[in-house]
């Protein structure tokens, strides 16, 4: 009675939820007119993800997609729309140009509009189809997730829909999971931890769904876009792997355990070398949990946490994962976790989401120059709060386990 008292106390109402969407939804309007009118209210546009997309997008309709996995002319194609000294670059596999090409068509401000007002309310029902209990508690934990999303207009809604899409369909034992997995071939990297899920479930049905997807797309882009946009693609990771390297990326806004110990003065071979070790061990625990876990939601949650673990190229708006595994995890920990630790919890999560947040507020948009590393004191610090969510969490999940085991021994 008394754990169902805390789990109860630890929910956010439904008005306070309609609240923060409120609001949230207010910052998308407010967003979408700034990014019609870029000068309304600065003097100089400093470029966000979905300017990006915008620029990919016209790019495509220009005739000139392949130019833009070279950065110098993306660069190029970014200062001839926009006028602006600060630069971003385009790495996506040429799956998520269909996407980029669809939104070029609107003026910027409806595409921004579109496409972040729609994936937001995708994720919301994700969120609520996964954890409906809980669903005000989750939008609050992740809040500055949500927030920078919105800010920049990255895709963190779109991918944390699609991966909550697969562990819907996952839980129900359907071959449909297969989709979502394939369609996450615009951010594979977010993939593995899903796949190596799906593996080690031997969902030999939802895999070959996903082979499927993942091959149909790759055709569509060679007919649409011409078999050379594979090439530019690997031409264009190839510049940012060594972009990455040199530093020419706003690290302290990435939470990967490379940019953290990067940051730090850890050469690059050293660090993605431990980085490397990290993937190991985050696939190891999806497939030890499925093995040892009975409970499919403590599976997806660790899936889920475990899947920022993997790659070196992770970055804040990637954190909607998280959000994920709030909705599969939170009725259990609320039920289990003393006061403190919820509050720690929580804390630790705006910490993970809202780090990289406000060092960029602080400083501001200083990449202008994509041939210089920055000298900013910054650092990247998410990975630090999602290390220590990660082992607060596993803690309340085993210490949960036990005490089930033990009451089950004094049972028999």
């Known amino acids: 009675m008394k754990n ?74 970014q200062q001839k729309l926009y006028g602006t000294s600060t630069f971003m670059v385009w790495s996506y596999p040429p799956q998520f140009n269909f996407i980029t090409a669809a ?14 007002g729609l994936t937001f309310a ?24 949500i927030l920078l999303n919105i800010r920049s207009g990255q895709n963190g809604f779109l991918t944390g829909t699609i991966v909550g899409l697969f562990f819907l369909a996952f839980m129900k034992r359907k071959a449909v999971a297969g989709l979502p997995l394939g369609l996450m071939i615009i951010k594979p990297h977010l993939a593995v931890g899903i796949t190596v899920l799906a593996l080690i479930s031997k969902r030999w049905s939802a895999l070959g769904v996903a082979l499927l997807t ?33 530093g020419a990326f706003p690290s302290f806004r990435m939470t990967s355990i490379y940019a953290t110990i990067h940051e730090f003065g850890v050469p690059s071979a050293i660090a993605l070398t431990i980085q490397l070790l990290a993937a190991v061990i985050a696939c190891s625990t999806i497939a ?35 959000g994920i595994s709030a909705a599969a995890l939170l009725p259990y920990i609320a039920s289990r ?58 803690h309340i999940l085993l210490r949960g386990r036990l005490q089930e085991l033990s009451a089950t021994r004094l049972l028999n």
């Open 122 to 145: 995708s994720y919301l029902l994700t969120i609520k189809s996964i954890s409906s209990e809980y669903f005000g508690s989750v939008i609050l934990a992740i809040f500055p997730a």
């Open 4 to 77: 169902q008292l805390t789990a109860v106390a630890y929910k956010v109402s439904p008005e306070l939820s309609r609240i923060i969407i409120l609001a949230c939804v207010g910052i998308l309007v407010f967003m979408a007119i700034d990014f019609q009118y870029p000068s309304l209210f600065r003097t100089e546009k400093a470029l966000t993800d979905f300017d990006a997309f915008y620029v990919s997008g016209k790019m495509f309709w220009d005739g000139t997609l392949n130019q833009a996995y070279h950065y110098k002319d993306f660069f190029e194609a």
């Open 214 to 246: 993942v091959t149909l797309t790759l055709i569509a882009s060679m007919i649409i876009f011409g078999p050379s946009i594979w090439l530019a693609f690997a031409e264009g990771m190839k510049d940012t792997s060594r972009l990455l390297a040199l």
């Open 337 to 394: 976790a003393k006061p403190i630790e919820i509050f720690v919890l929580f804390f630790l999560s705006w910490a993970a989401c809202g780090s990289g947040l406000v060092q960029s507020t602080l400083i501001g948009n200083k990449y202008t120059n994509i041939e210089t590393t920055h000298t900013d004191p910054v650092y990247a610090l998410s990975s630090i709060a999602l290390i220590l969510l990660t082992m607060l969490t596993l």
């Open 288 to 322: 030890i949990s499925y093995i040892k876990l009975k409970n499919p939601r403590h599976i997806i949650g660790i899936t889920a946490t475990a899947s920022l673990y993997i790659s070196p190229y992770s970055f804040d708006y990637d954190l909607t994962l998280l």
């Open 103 to 116: 939104l070029a068509v609107l003026p910027a401000g409806l595409a921004y509009f579109t496409f972040t």
